[in-house]
């Protein structure tokens, strides 16, 4: 046991640095207090404490930390993100023009935005003797969802 005591302090620093390292691959900050735990562990240590009371600090001080000041750090984290969609998000309630005629197969559709897209209509499927819907050229659509490279849409008054 007394060199269980004797390199406790190899321990604590290789702890330290596995938490680091999986911190650093996760970015959720759980294992950076459990690294400032350890740290807390080695202090101890180094003080000349007991290993039972290092392990104790060690445990006491992450949970502090991960209960006070991880929320408090992520929240600042995610306070400056842009919160304007993007990509396909971006697209969805965007305004349209048909520009080729949509019927039983794809047409296309421009964009407020400029885009050109590949385009269906997002309805119901025809009932036996019902007629498929089509949109002529110029027709106002809105893009719904997003699927592959195909915007479904569906027409909208004129405003």
Request: charged share 10%.
């Amino acid at each position: 046991m007394d060199v269980v005591t004797q390199y406790a302090w190899i321990v604590w620093i290789a702890l330290i640095l596995l938490f680091v390292v999986v911190e650093v691959t996760t970015l959720e900050l759980t294992f950076l207090m459990l690294a400032v735990g350890s740290a807390g562990g080695l202090v101890a240590r180094l003080l000349g404490s007991p290993w039972w009371l290092q392990i104790v600090i060690a445990a006491v001080v992450a949970v502090l930390l991960l209960f006070t000041v991880r929320p408090a750090l992520l929240r600042a984290l995610k306070q400056g993100g842009d919160p304007t969609p993007s990509n396909v998000d971006a697209l969805l309630g965007l305004r349209g023009t048909v520009v080729v005629p949509i019927g039983d197969d794809a047409g296309q559709v421009k964009l407020t935005n400029g885009d050109t897209w590949t385009a269906r209509l997002l309805t119901a499927p025809p009932g036996p003797g019902e007629p498929h819907q089509a949109l002529d050229t110029g027709a106002p659509v809105v893009v719904t969802a997003i699927q592959g490279s195909t915007a479904l849409v569906v027409p909208v008054g004129r405003d």
